[in-house]
């Protein structure tokens, strides 16, 4: 039967409401690539074979592999041998100089350098931030956000879920899942690894098969989420794989029924007619001659969607972050401290049986309850990052009159909930009136991680620093990644810290393509302008002028005035070229500090 195609949103955010008021809990997403296709034109799996098959490193066509392996993941075993031929050849036919040195070594993975050249090409085209996507995308994004789901999986390699919609979740790459002692909230499940450590891209035949060998543990720790929670299946084709594989294993333990009323699956379609026969339902085959049906969603824009999935309520005046840490900590105490020692089993039973109480020891209001502050009674709610929204957002622009106040509250927030900003333009306000803050220990090493945290080395909070600097250094590995994790070993080069280089090389961060500790560490034995060269290289090139480093180390030409100069064109334009000029310039900066010659 025809109807409009607002009567048919007006029945599907009926569905989708209702089924979130039944289960009462938040959302669980399963994101796939075709939201990154959406937002910023990435290539899908064929075109991502293509874009490889257009380097040396591939000899023919990619329709001659396509003819005559036919089977993609084969197509990506057979490029990783053709890329590892190319990358062990040297000179001008050859594909080393491409690569760091440091995966040429008897124990890296044969596939590695198709996995980084996969991964440098999804780095190059993940955005530097959400104010080049399309105003309807930015839109959809903000929305996305809005849902605060309960978790979230994807197979997407990228970094664009984590960098700009759930900035405050934990991301769980690949097999890390399967060692988990529990499913947490508030993290990200990145099931096919992530660009930001190649060698465990699930991309090749032999990955899948491996991948396949421990998907039943995996499985088993993803299932709550499609059983417990209203799921959105988002980016994937009804007959992708992926969704076929997850549904068929929902499939396996609900024996007996076919029909899964909390399960969504939005399927894009360019155009969408005023009105017509509007499908609300799917049969998924999901294999072995079993089927599945699910709520269906035909859409060509998402934004009521993700609307209708926020009515899950906000979590107010508090992060992920922190319901994660109570979610362990209950776990660990349960698991590991209760049976060894003594419980007062009249308290506990009082607790089990009076939800309002341990609401209340939890700290946890009714739902008819007025959020509580953040921070303090005093403190206003609409500068202090109520209900974990960074304060970052509150700090756009060199304008900001109070900010030696809203880094206050900030540092009071990170004390309390452990939430850095995770706005660099927020963090360019900071530097760009650096010479006018007061700033004591706590506040700079709460500048220094944030800087960290968004790819900036943060050199100018190091030289300010009055404290313990061994222990400024160490013990980071809670907010490093494999990305950002290049921003501390910068610092540790200009200090000469090798040990700590050392150290980091043994850490799984460490293993990161965009690690370079193994090279820096070598090179801690020289002095500290020859130190920095090491990534400055002899100049450093700034709005179409070369600078010259020895220049700028004998004081000819003013560090802090070039830096100047480079804060206020990131602010009016965030541009990569300029944020390597800043890295360098901050080299600069420790090198002529007494912090260097320690």
Known sequence: MERSYEEYKDDVIGRIESVIDDMKSQPVLFIGTGLSIRYFDAPNWENLLRKMAEMDAIPRDYDYYDQTVGDEMAIAGEFADLFNDWAWTEGENGGRDHYPEEIFTSDAPPDIYLKHSVSELLRDLTPESTNSLEDKHEKEVELLNVIQPHAVITTNYDTFLEDFVFTEYET????????????????????????????????????????????????????????????????????????????????????GTDRQANIFLVDWEKSIPDTGQFNQERLIDVGNGDQMVVNYIQANDFDWIFEAFSGGGEIKGINSKLLRKLMRHTYNIIVEEAPRREISVGTLESVVDDKQELLDILGIAPLDADSPPSVSETDDPSSIAEAGVPVGQLISDNEVDDLQDKLRVAVEIWDQYDVLIKQRPAVYTFYNQREDLDLDDDEIEFLFQTSLVNLIQGSEWLIRYDGDLDRLLTGLNQILDGQNIATLERNLLALGREEQ??????????????????????????????????????????????????????????????????????????????????????????????????
Do not use: W
């Open 172 to 255: 769980v790459i690949g097999q890390t899942l399967v060692r988990e002692p529990f499913a947490n909230i508030g993290e990200i499940y990145k099931v096919h690894g992530c660009v930001n450590n190649p060698a465990e891209i699930v991309l090749t035949d032999s990955d899948y098969r491996r991948f396949d060998a421990t998907k039943p543990y995996l499985s088993a720790k993803l299932l709550t989420f499609f059983t417990e929670h209203p799921v959105l299946i988002v980016g994937y084709r009804p007959n992708d794989p992926n969704v076929k594989r997850i549904l068929s294993d929902v499939n396996s333990v609900l024996s």
């Open 501 to 598: 280089l050392r150290e980091i090389i043994e850490t799984d961060e460490g293993s990161s393509s965009y690690s370079n500790a193994e090279v820096y560490a070598e090179n801690c034995e020289f002095e500290p302008e020859e130190r920095v060269k090491v990534y400055t290289g002899e100049i450093i090139r700034f709005d179409d002028h070369d600078y010259s480093v020895d220049e700028l180390m004998s004081g000819n030409i003013s560090v802090n005035n070039l830096l100047d100069e480079i804060i206020s064109s990131l602010i009016e334009n965030d541009d990569g070229d300029t944020r390597r000029a800043l890295r360098k310039i901050e080299m600069l900066r420790v090198a002529n500090s007494p912090l260097a010659s320690e």
